[in-house]
């Protein structure tokens, strides 16, 4: 019986963490659209978004604070905006909660081609040899499929990163 309690508590905390992505992602799609001052005034006001403020490194797929805490980083968010390892991201989570990213410090790049793979349901783009993994929303946007050319974005001064932006399926 102590399991059904705990596999519950996972799973609705499961449910609030995709719930605070998709906020998030939400509000960096409305500021895309009408700018920061505009999106500000229609979450209410200013104050809202007096909360705390966390600058971490992009990891490919998360955010890792200063303190090694790992915050998620939508990934439509990270797709729309082609981050790399290594951008430095600025956090803010707001007194009600939410949270809003900003990347603030781009590594300087390098665009390669490759070949799209899957292996058991997880995306890479396969580049002389050397796999980069690269997020699901991205595949999705681009409309690619296994098989396809794929122009993707290194960190210029990483050669070990795991992780690619998809720039363009060609």
């Not at 102590?2 to 499961?14: F, G, T, W």
């Not at 229609?42 to 104050?47: E, L, R, V, Y």
């Not at 981050?83 to 949270?99: C, N, Q, R, S």
Request: hydrophobic letters at 40%; zero cysteines; proline letters at 5%.
């Amino acid at each position: 019986m102590s399991e059904m309690p705990e596999k519950l508590v996972k799973r609705l905390k499961q449910l609030i963490q995709e719930a605070e992505t998709n906020l998030a992602a939400a509000k960096e799609l409305l500021i895309s659209v009408v700018g920061d001052d505009e999106a500000m005034i229609a979450q209410g006001s200013h104050d809202n978004m007096a909360g705390k403020i966390i600058e971490g490194v992009f990891d490919g797929q998360n955010m890792v604070g200063p303190d090694g805490k790992v915050y998620p980083v939508p990934a439509n968010y990270a797709s729309k905006s082609k981050l790399v390892e290594g951008d430095i991201l600025k956090l803010t989570i707001a007194d009600d909660g939410t949270f809003l990213y900003k990347q603030i410090g781009p590594v300087p790049r390098r665009q390669i081609i490759g070949t799209l793979v899957n292996h058991d349901g997880t995306y890479f783009v396969e580049v002389s040899g050397r796999e980069y993994r690269v997020l699901l929303a991205s595949v999705t946007y681009f409309k690619a499929k296994t098989g396809d050319q794929i122009s993707i974005i290194v960190p210029e001064d990483t050669p070990d990163a795991l992780w690619a932006a998809i720039e363009a399926s060609l």
